[in-house]
Structures are given as C-alpha cells and as structure tokens.
C-alpha cells in the first residue's frame, strides 16, 4: 500500500493533485486544514480494516453528554413541577367537582411564579464547530468532484457526440450552466455539423443588443466599472463619435474621478480637442445640481472613478448615478481580458445603481470572449458598443451578434481542455440540483 500527503490551496486543487499522482483509484484516508490550504493524505491499493480503531473525537464527546445530562434533568424538573400542580388542573381546567377529599379552600390572589428561565445550552468550544465545519465543506466538495467526474465519464460514453459539443464550447469559455442551456436546444439533431452551427445561431440569438444606440437615444449616459477597464477611454470614443456626426454644441463631459492621478487633466484635454465643456464633481458634492446647467444638452457623458467594492466612495458615487433626479443610463464597461471572477466581482459591484447594458473593451487584445458573453447573457445585460484598439474614434463599433460570435469562435482556445477541466465543470453545475446534465 502506497501512503503519500499532499498539500494544496483548497480541496479541489488537492483532489487534482492525487489524481495526477495516485491515478483515479486512489483513496482518501484523511483531511485536514492548515496554515494557507489543506492536507490531503492519499493511499493506492488501501483496504480498510475493520478492526481498527476509530480515533474518538473526546472535546466533542465530552460537549454532547453535557448537553444530554442537562435535557435528562431538564426533564425531570419539568415531570415533578407537573405532579405538584396535578390538582389545580383537574379543578380548573378539567372540569371537575370537588371532593371531600379535596376540601374547598379559599382562593387567595397571588402573583403567578413565573416560568424557569431555561437550561443553558452548553457551551460548546467554537473551533469544534469550525472544525466540523471544515470536515463538512472537504467531504461536500469530494462529492461534486466525483459526480462531476463520473457524470462526465458517463457522458462520454453514452453521447460521444454531445461530449465533443460540450468541449467546443468550453474552448469557447462559455460557461457550464450556459452551455447547458445551448445544448439542450440541439439534442434531436444527430449531424455534428448542423449541431454546431445551431449551437452558435441559438448563441447568437441569446445576446442582447439595444434596439437604439444609445448615442442616438440621448440623455445622460455614464460609464461604470473597476479600474483598468478602458471608461476614460471609451466616453473619448463616444464624445468624438457624436462630435464628427453632429457636432460639439449638443454635449458635455462630466468627470467624477478625483482619485486617479491625471484623470482629469486627461478629460480637460479632450475637452479642448473637441472643443467640449468639461464638468468635474467632487466626492460629497452633489451630481443632480453638477448637471443642472446641462440638462439642455442632448448628450452629457459621465466619467467614473474605478474603485474597489469595499471602498464607502464606491458606495457614495453609485447612490448618486441611482438618484431620481439624474435618470442616468449606467453601462458597465468590461475588459474582455478580464479573468471570469473579476467580471463577475464587477458586475455585482456596480448592479447597485442600476445598469442599462454593457459595453465590451479591448477586444484585439482578448484570448477568450466566452467568459464575458456568458456574463451578459446570465444576466441579461444588452451589449450596446465593442472596442478593439486605441484610435479614437475608429476602434468604437456597435455590436452585431452573428459577428460577435464569430469573433469568440475564431479566438477559442487552441488545445482541447482537459478531462480534470470538464470533470470540474460538471461539478460546478452540481452546487445546484436545477443545474444538473445527464
């Protein structure tokens, strides 16, 4: 038997380890957390004894006889209080007559006891929970590994065919619930070619686009989202996009970062290129009152500061977008770079003040679009522009869906995933029973 320790940020990428190491037939003899992940500790042709001895846990032993001597005598209290009191509730709640035996005695008013104060629960030591807690989470997570693994290993040999569908997709980076959703929608078409190209019709029809562009609609517009993201950037794009085809009367900039170095100066400066009046806000000072003064422009275009979701600025400047009085049209601006947590931390972040749509940047730089369309497909945000480079305002488009998948199949990954990456993917759709594939 072949006994080996292996230590990893958390249980998944523990599990990865044993399997790599051990092959699939390993067994999982023990965990537990330490400083910075956990241990795993992994055996190869192990058989269990039955005679061996189970390592009491005594601190949590020793908890629940406590707590079950208190109910034993919480009990017992209750029963004697109960036979002392037997007679005054068959008098005045039974109905019954009085006896000889039960002598009339003159009722004296007196304040009722009142009720025991209840038995303390036990006093159980925190970490036993915590460490309850941790063995629970292991135990839940070895569980969706191997139903992920084994839901995908019955996959591929039951439909081969919607296994290989299923990795397409995932070169895409489309997410697991997403790709689901997508292949449920071609399941009686057995031609793999036909499969593929409806997947991408179904997938084009799924995203979302304005029905007029939101330069065209007019109003106040402001570009939202984490730092890095290309806002200051794109409202450039916008401004002179709307300038060249109709001119710099019928507009204004406003500026609410006053946390990033040079920001300001950078909008000052395309103010003056585009001969456009640039307004800055100032954090505590009110925006309503800021665009008071431009209300009679047709488009007033809002630059926001990147600020972490922690930060109580954040906070301030979103209630402010969500005013009543401002009727802003917040669009969340995200890099297509940008890694899947980061997106989807971006979007909850920002959701708060209210969000028209979404709008896609750095798109000649990106390795993969499916994580970002997956995210505005989910949650059903319109994408109302792309950018794919830095000319201003060449590299500004408005969004065709056909050729946005396109672009996100012509970008896939190269090398097929793994089976650990579609083993792990099916377990992610078994943290939610709705999400299950078969």
């Known amino acids: 038997m072949q006994v080996k320790r292996f230590f990893a940020a958390d249980m998944r990428q523990a599990m990865k380890l044993v399997r790599d190491e051990l092959g699939a037939d390993a067994a999982i003899i023990g965990n537990r957390r330490i400083a910075g992940g956990v241990e795993l500790t992994a055996a190869l042709d192990y058989t269990p004894s039955a005679l061996a001895p189970r390592v009491p846990n005594m601190e949590l032993e020793d908890e629940l006889r406590k707590t079950a001597s208190r109910i034993v005598s919480a009990q017992a209290e209750l029963s004697m209080r109960g036979d002392s009191d037997a007679t005054t509730n068959r008098q005045l709640f039974a109905g019954l007559p009085l006896t000889a035996a039960e002598p009339l005695v003159e009722p004296t008013f007196k304040e009722p006891p009142r009720p025991a104060a209840p038995a303390p629960a036990a006093a159980v030591d925190q970490r036993v929970f915590d460490s309850m807690r941790f063995e629970l989470n292991g135990l839940r997570e070895l569980l969706e590994v191997q139903l992920g693994s084994l839901a995908w290993n019955q996959l591929q040999g039951s439909k081969p065919q919607q296994a290989n569908l299923w990795r397409r997709l995932q070169r895409i980076g489309l997410s697991g619930p997403l790709s689901r959703d997508l292949l449920a929608l071609t399941t009686e078409i057995e031609e793999p070619r036909q499969a593929w190209r409806m997947l991408l019709a179904h997938l084009a029809r799924m995203i979302a686009t304005p029905e007029i562009e939101p330069l065209e609609e007019g109003g106040v ?146 390795a993969s679009l499916g994580e970002v369309l997956s995210l505005a497909i989910s949650h059903e945000l319109p994408v109302a522009y792309l950018t794919d480079g830095p000319r201003i305002p060449d590299d500004l488009h408005l969004p065709r869906r056909h050729q946005l998948v396109s672009r996100a199949v012509s970008v896939q990954m190269q090398d097929e995933p793994s089976e650990e990456a579609m083993a792990d993917m099916f377990a992610d759709l078994y943290h939610n029973p709705a999400k299950r594939v078969g």
Do not use: F, W
Request: proline share 3%; with cysteine; net charge positive.
């Open 221 to 366: 517009i402001a570009m939202v989202g984490p730092a890095g993201m290309g806002k200051t950037t794109t409202l450039a794009k916008l401004a002179a996009r709307y300038v060249l085809k109709y001119g710099a009367q019928n507009i204004a900039l406003v500026s609410m970062d006053s946390y990033r170095i040079g920001a300001q100066e950078q909008l000052k400066t395309l103010g003056r290129i585009l001969n456009v009046p640039v307004t800055h806000v100032d954090p505590g000072q009110s925006l309503a009152n800021a665009l008071d003064p431009l209300l009679r422009k047709r488009v007033v275009l809002i630059d926001t500061a990147g600020l972490q979701a922690s930060d109580p600025a954040l906070r301030m400047q979103l209630e402010s977008l969500a005013g009543r009085g401002i009727k802003s049209k917040n669009y969340l601006v995200l890099a297509t770079t940008s890694q899947k947590q980061v997106l989807t931390a971006a979007y909850h972040s920002y959701k708060r003040c209210g969000l028209a749509g979404c709008i896609l940047t750095k798109l000649d730089e990106t």
